[in-house]
């Protein structure tokens, strides 16, 4: 079965500081993607990025930046000089192919306040 | 792009009403999912289409649930007989089959209040 846990359930921070939310997920599948999405207040959800299970080289997107470890079953979501606006739920989630679906498996979230 | 499009927004109806949602997907997409996502949880898997084809359904999704895509296109969730335990946020999505594991495009939602 797939998993996906993330800790941090809340985690406020001051503008300009830096923050990192954590996600770990468990699957037995060698082949599988990772994703984030950003949640705001106003409900729908974003996509930020998707990441493969045999590419572990690090992303960088403007303030936004991932750091994926399969040794630790981890994907990590670092975003740099936080702004008001970053506030909202993230949301790490796994796909794998079995079935043929591709449907997400969510963590539960991490609601980030950014406070001025 | 238009986005994906879900109708009604909100829906407040009475426990042991019927009620139908509606969600018109990207045009070119023909991968449709629909997800449940109750406060303080993330959204979870309920059904998936492939053009007008239902492949997957989860366990979550009971007998009086039913979830409709014809020709291909829009995509309907009917509840029968709401319960209070249905109240919950209701999100479609859509991808591209090809290549794989596509992003998946949120709509909106639908929130369902039973009173």
């Known amino acids: 079965a797939q998993k996906v846990t993330q800790a941090q359930t809340e985690i406020s921070v001051v503008e300009k500081e830096d923050v990192t939310l954590d996600c770990v997920y468990e699957t037995r599948d060698t082949t599988y993607y990772l994703f984030w999405y950003k949640q705001p207040p106003s409900g729908e959800l974003v996509f930020l990025i998707r990441?493969?299970?045999?590419?572990?080289q690090n992303e960088i997107s403007g303030r936004y930046s991932w750091n994926f470890q399969k040794s630790t079953s981890s994907f990590n979501f670092t975003i740099t000089a936080s702004q008001v606006v970053d506030s909202a739920v993230y949301f790490c989630a796994l796909s794998v192919s079995q079935g043929g679906s591709e449907k997400l498996v969510f963590g539960k979230g991490t609601k980030l306040t950014v406070n001025p | 792009d238009t986005g994906v499009s879900q109708n009604p927004r909100h829906k407040i109806t009475k426990r042991g009403q019927n009620v139908t949602f509606r969600c018109d997907p990207i045009?070119?997409?023909?991968?449709l999912y629909w997800y449940r996502q109750t406060l303080g949880q993330g959204p979870e898997f309920l059904t998936y289409?492939?053009?007008?084809?239902?492949?997957?359904k989860s366990r979550l999704l009971s007998d009086r649930f039913s979830a409709e895509r014809p020709k291909g296109s829009f995509s309907t969730l009917e509840i029968q007989r709401t319960e209070q335990g249905d109240s919950a946020m209701y999100l479609c999505?859509?991808?591209?089959?090809?290549?794989?594991?596509?992003?998946?495009?949120f709509g909106d939602g639908t929130r369902l209040s039973i009173l």
């Open positions: 990441r493969n299970s045999f590419d572990e």
């Open positions: 289409f492939q053009n007008e084809a239902q492949l997957e």
């Open positions: 999505a859509s991808s591209n089959r090809d290549p794989t594991f596509q992003p998946q495009h």
């Open positions: 045009s070119e997409h023909n991968r």
